[in-house]
């Protein structure tokens, strides 16, 4: 049975800092992993889909890596703003179901 | 020009009644899907449906009934609400598994409260 866990659960950072944010995952049998955001009391936004083939995908700020083999992922944001303040959730699809398998999320606040 | 969207934003009701919520996406994606978000945040898959037939069903109890009258519409009914039933739930739609591209689209959420 696929987990997903992200660390850590919680993240307060001054603007302008780079940040990384982890996610792991038990079964490296995965389709893909995709990246969320979700603000207060709001839906998920996707950032970043990576296919279990590739091993980073870019847009703008935002860096995500996948090493499928040790099941992990990583989510770069360079050069944090306020904005960027919500909870950041990673869900891989496993690869025997069509279905996304969520971690429990990261919290940021970037201050100002 | 919302991708996908459901309606009501905002359910809530007592216990024992029945409900409808509505999805619906205008993406042209043959698959949706029901996720439920719990006080916890933590979100879970419910259902997924293809070309309107179902084909995950995660151990949600039988008062839950999807229904996908087409391809850019997924309901859910829930029958006989209880207070656990209280949460957030999300719609979402992707192309097939099969497709190379299948990047999960998600609506705003309907935030049920069971009294």
């Known amino acids: 049975k696929q987990e997903v866990t992200q660390i850590p659960a919680a993240l307060s950072v001054p603007e302008g800092e780079n940040l990384v944010l982890n996610c792991s995952f038990t079964d490296s049998a995965i389709y893909n992993l995709q990246w969320f955001r979700q603000d207060p009391g709001k839906g998920l936004t996707s950032l970043l889909l990576i296919q279990s083939s590739q091993r980073e995908q870019t847009s703008g700020r935002l860096n995500a890596s996948l090493d499928k083999s040790s099941g992990r992922s990583t989510l770069y944001i360079a050069a944090s703003q306020p904005g960027d303040s919500a909870t950041y959730l990673c869900?891989?699809?496993?690869?025997?179901?069509?279905?996304?398998?969520f971690g429990a999320g990261t919290i940021l606040r970037v201050k100002s | 020009d919302t991708a996908v969207s459901q309606t009501p934003k905002y359910l809530v009701t007592q216990m024992g009644n029945d409900k409808s919520i509505k999805c619906e996406q205008n993406l042209g994606h043959d698959t949706m899907y029901w996720y439920k978000q719990d006080s916890k945040k933590f979100l879970k898959i419910m259902f997924s449906?293809?070309?309107?037939?179902?084909?995950i069903n995660e151990t949600v109890p039988n008062r839950f009934s999807p229904k996908s009258p087409d391809k850019a519409h997924l309901n859910l009914h829930i029958n006989s609400l209880e207070l656990g039933d209280s949460a957030v739930y999300f719609c979402?739609?992707?192309?097939?598994?099969?497709?190379?591209?299948?990047?999960?689209?998600f609506g705003p959420g309907t935030r049920l409260t069971v009294l």
């Open positions: 869900a891989v699809r496993p690869g025997y179901g069509n279905k996304l398998v």
């Open positions: 979402a739609s992707s192309q097939p598994l099969a497709s190379s591209y299948n990047e999960q689209f």
């Open positions: 449906y293809n070309n309107k037939e179902l084909i």
